[in-house]
């Protein structure tokens, strides 16, 4: 066992409040911090209408599920969530001046044991180590969406990271389900993200330039492969935002995805920001793509 028993997760967006409660259904105690009360309360309900997909896909009991529950705690006082935190999951948005920014007011409250881990999708750890005032306790731990089914955990140091932290992170990753993907290295993507983000640029490119929709686009990748979903799918899963924000960072202004920049900035404008939204390429709760006659002619 670890001696991680109190976990504060900073940012309860799709994933942060995902990371969050299944910390919590695995009996550590959580808090989830976020920048406003409104915030607050958004990855509040996010957790509970985490319900029946526990029940659905786990076989979780509510009874079970309330156990979560009742192991969280929510604030936007950033010096109260952390006061007692065994270790820090940033969450944040993807952006580095934010990241910048929460890492250098973090390192000035969390007590000077805390472990801080990032799940940035992209930055590798010694992007933000200087901020954290504790580069030897820093590394990265990179979920997936859906955590509970797609229950991997990618841990990845930095030249500065303690062996032992990284470890203890290691053991925490098995201690909430996970399977921990140990890197080697340095590699921005980590394993999933670097196998993944050529696939959705692909699928970027298809729909920006108007050359297949994006349900053909997905059928096409169902049918050809067996997975269960397609690119503009796992746009929904991730979220219109995330997606948008990894694009432009890694692309820039290469005018080849500025079609589907503005493609998706439409989409955001009106609301359509993916599943978490009820709306996004596809329609939730229950999407096209789920429907068996889907892939049919």
Known sequence: MTNIHNVTVAGGGVL????????????????????????????????????????????????????????????????????????????????????????????????????????????????????????????????????????????????????????EIVDYAKEIGMVPIVLKKEQPGYVLNTLLIPLLNAAAHLWGHDIADPETVDKTWMIGTGAPMGPFAIFDVVGLRTAFNITKEQQGDNPDFKPFMDKIQKMMDEGKTGKDSGEGFYTYPNPAFADPDFLKA
């Open 16 to 167: 942060g409040s995902q990371i969050a409660y299944q910390s919590a259904f695995k009996g550590k105690k959580v808090t989830i911090y976020d920048i406003n009360d409104q915030a607050v309360a958004a990855a509040e309900e996010r957790v509970k209408n985490l319900r029946d997909s526990y029940k659905r896909d786990i076989n979780a009991t509510d009874e079970q599920f309330d156990a979560g529950l009742n192991n969280m705690s929510f604030t936007a006082d950033m010096a109260e969530a952390v006061k007692n935190a065994d270790l820090v999951i940033e969450a944040v948005p993807e952006k580095p001046s934010i990241k910048h920014d929460f890492y250098q007011s973090l390192a000035k409250l969390a007590p000077e044991d805390t472990i801080f881990t990032s799940n940035s999708s992209t930055y590798v750890p010694s992007t933000f180590a200087p901020d954290t005032g504790r580069p030897d306790k820093f590394l990265n731990m990179h979920f997936a969406n859906q955590v509970w089914l797609n229950n991997t955990a990618e841990i990845m140091g930095s030249e500065q990271t303690d062996p032992k932290v990284f470890n």
